[in-house]
């Protein structure tokens, strides 16, 4: 038996389960040197002889570029496919970082293009991602790069670069049987507009598997997959919820002759806007590709999703969108609270403080009607901070999400969020919002977003209609006011 194959964009065919090598870099950390490339490249042509050969990696997977260069380079590298990730500290992306970004992953893996390069950035509030992505699609018409690809990119970004005209092939994102949020409105933005989902979690880190059915709560875990998932597990219930939902897999799979891991992946294949998985390997430890197979045997079928779902009822949903996790509370990361880590990048425009006015700071964003006009993009007085009317106008002049008042919508309250950064605050601080419209008809897709965006804040806010805000084809314009510490009570 072989794995299944689909078509993940035009010219790349893959199997459908993906070879994933995150862990390269811990069983390096562990052995206190890098994988030997040879040796490396012996255990990834055993996968691809299977069947599985696609790889997935990064540029801070330790070795894995390098190792999977080395295969790409043998005789047993012919037809594998390799998929990588740029994952920058967010700055300024000019042509130039972005060039050298993608030739250090083109060097390690000895190719002259990249099959799949994934994009990933830390906070939306700086917008150099809109920037890295238009050069890395003029990468791709060079030749450099076969197909773009995103890594947890939230619904709301995906439709802001596809309506920027990116052309982006697949989102990697986490979807389980425990996080079911890419099944929403991500599903249906990529359904609709032909992007492919890669899956990667969907064991859960180990946890759905028959090692933890019936198991006692764990008092502590050390490996670091394990206490990123666990995360999740208090999430959405807790232990009794992830006992309720193996107890269901249990039963699934003794009737289908398959393991509990089995049928969780099959879920995640099953859902219709998912491409293929992405199977962690240990090279030289453990392979699981017989186990793998066995997901090509079997199919769930309706009384299978009825007793998953009533599992699915005692669960709880994970909050936010995909890739949140990332990027605001909870954190459901390994090491869980983030701020620290988003809180040292570098804010996107600096605070200035006014001499003559020593009980003020501004922030300026660049634009030229700044200077003509008189005014500042925010200005801090004490702990209020007031916000300027803000449209979806990138730093070069671009309007963002020309003919769409959502996507407008999202990137001017992310340029909200960023004024904020600058001079010490953050969205959960925001105690009013206005939003002009140009028209009436654009107030529920534009009030979605505000209630995405302030879904635990709710601040007050006014929404109306002008007879023309000012500029062509500008659809939404908001401003904010914020109180510092107005999020954290007593």
Known sequence: MRPERTLLAPGLEIPRVITGLWQVADIER??????????????????????FDAFDMADHYGSAEVI???????????????????????????????????????????????????FH????????????????????????????????VDTDHLQLLLCEGV??????????????????????????????????????????????????????????SKMKYRRFIDAVGGWQALQAVLRACD??????????????????LEQPAVAAVIVGARLGESEHRDDNLKLFSFALDADDHAALNAAFAATRRISG???????????LTASGDLSHHL????????????????????????????????????????????VSGTTATHGNGRLVGAGD?????????????????????????????????????????????HGRVFADVRPANTLLQVAGLIGDGYLVEIEAEAVVGASRPG
């Open 30 to 51: 562990r052995a206190g040197r890098e994988i030997d490339p040879a040796q490396g490249a012996s255990w990834l042509a055993d996968y691809a002889a299977a069947g």
């Open 68 to 118: 999977t260069g080395a295969l790409l380079q043998s005789p047993q590298g012919r037809g594998v496919r390799a998929f990588t990730k740029w994952c920058p500290a967010p700055g300024p992306m000019t042509r130039e970082a972005v060039r050298a970004g993608v030739q250090r992953s083109l060097d390690r893996l000895r190719v002259a293009r990249i099959d799949l390069l994934q």
């Open 121 to 152: 950035w830390w906070t939306f509030e700086h917008p150099g991602y809109l920037d890295a992505m238009l050069e890395l699609a003029a990468l791709r018409d060079e030749g450099l790069i076969a197909h773009l690809g995103l890594t947890n």
């Open 167 to 224: 052309p982006i092939a697949s989102n990697q994102v986490c979807v389980s049987l425990l996080d079911r949020r890419a099944t929403e409105r991500l599903s249906a933005l990529c359904l609709q507009r032909g992007v492919k989902l890669l899956a990667y979690g969907t064991l859960g880190g180990g946890f759905l598997s028959e090692r933890w059915l019936g198991r006692d709560e764990p008092a502590e875990i050390a490996d670091w």
């Open 251 to 268: 039963s699934i799979a003794r009737k289908h002759g398959v393991s509990i891991a089995n049928v969780a992946t099959r879920w995640v």
């Open 321 to 331: 969108d995909c890739g949140d996790e990332y990027r605001k509370p909870p954190f």
């Open 343 to 386: 809180d040292a990048l570098p804010s996107l425009w600096p605070a200035q403080a006014m001499p003559q006015r020593p009980d003020r700071q501004r922030v300026d964003s660049g634009s030229v009607w700044e200077g003509i006009a008189g005014y500042s993009r925010a200005m801090r007085v004490g702990e209020r901070i007031v």
């Open 405 to 449: 008042a959502a996507t407008q919508a999202v990137y001017a309250l992310d340029k909200i969020a960023a004024s904020l950064k600058s001079l010490g605050s953050s969205l959960d601080d925001v105690i009013r919002t206005r939003v002009y419209l140009r028209h009436a008809d654009d107030w529920r897709a534009v009030s979605e977003v």
